[in-house]
């Protein structure tokens, strides 16, 4: 593991809390008409660490009071999938097929628009002062972060959103992993761009 990666990732970390704290984050202050929602990207290769630091900074945010929720977006597709009867047939379906196949297959029941009106339904996004996202790694390619967003903007109103990307977001473009390249333009915000000194 390279050290100097991952001392960088853990300064960005130590920045979250902050973040989230700030009024630019939670009143959407200073963003003019722009919706509120903030990409944290890191190496995918370092999920476990992120995964960690994560329990630690929402237990604190639980701790300071905020009415948020955390969302693991697999965990939601998974529940989707089970809510329909679904669940085992895709994992049998999977084995045989490989995942483009099912991606296709499930391209209607778990369309990004289905997926963020159902997440809108369980959560009550008016109701709280943020949501925290995590888990699209293990939810690629059945979701894709930049459809989800756009979907998602549609029902989250004025709930600031805080997603864990597994990969980088030039400002622009998300690039799931890293490595897989992508020409789909999504405009966010940056919650501790590398630096971790401007947004």
Same mark, same amino acid.
């Given at each position: 593991?390279d050290?100097k990666t991952?001392?960088?990732? =853990?300064?960005?970390l130590?920045?979250?809390?902050?973040?989230? @704290?700030?009024p630019?984050?939670?009143?959407?202050?200073?963003?003019?008409?722009?919706?509120?929602?903030?990409?944290?990207?890191?190496?995918?290769?370092h999920?476990?660490?992120?995964? $960690?630091?994560l329990?630690?900074?929402?237990?604190?945010?639980t701790?300071?009071?905020h009415?948020?929720?955390?969302?693991?977006?697999?965990?939601?597709?998974?529940?989707?999938?089970?809510?329909?009867?679904?669940?085992?047939?895709?994992?049998a379906? $999977?084995?045989?097929?490989?995942?483009?196949?099912?991606?296709?297959?499930?391209?209607?029941?778990?369309?990004?628009?289905?997926?963020?009106?159902?997440?809108? $339904?369980?959560i009550q996004? @008016?109701?709280?002062?943020?949501?925290?996202?995590?888990?699209?790694?293990?939810?690629?390619?059945?979701?894709?972060?930049h459809?989800?967003?756009?979907?998602?903007?549609?029902?989250?109103?004025?709930?600031?959103?805080?997603?864990?990307?597994?990969? $980088?977001?030039?400002g =622009?473009?998300?690039?799931?992993?890293?490595?897989?390249?992508?020409?789909?333009?999504?405009?966010?915000f940056?919650?501790?761009?590398? @630096?971790?000194?401007?947004?």
């Amino acid at each position: 593991m390279d050290k100097k990666t991952v001392s960088a990732l =853990q300064k960005r970390l130590d920045l979250v809390l902050e973040r989230i @704290d700030s009024p630019k984050f939670l009143d959407n202050d200073g963003l003019g008409n722009e919706i509120g929602f903030w990409v944290f990207d890191y190496p995918a290769n370092h999920e476990l660490i992120v995964r $960690e630091q994560l329990r630690h900074i929402t237990d604190k945010l639980t701790k300071r009071g905020h009415k948020f929720v955390h969302i693991n977006i697999f965990e939601i597709l998974l529940e989707m999938l089970e809510s329909r009867g679904l669940l085992e047939r895709t994992f049998a379906r $999977e084995k045989q097929v490989g995942i483009d196949v099912v991606r296709k297959n499930l391209a209607g029941p778990l369309s990004q628009e289905k997926v963020a009106k159902y997440i809108a $339904e369980k959560i009550q996004p @008016d109701s709280l002062r943020f949501v925290v996202m995590s888990g699209l790694g293990n939810a690629w390619p059945l979701v894709r972060g930049h459809e989800l967003l756009s979907a998602l903007q549609d029902v989250m109103g004025n709930t600031p959103l805080v997603l864990f990307y597994p990969g $980088e977001y030039s400002g =622009q473009d998300l690039h799931m992993f890293g490595k897989i390249e992508s020409r789909n333009y999504y405009r966010a915000f940056k919650l501790v761009p590398e @630096d971790g000194l401007k947004n």
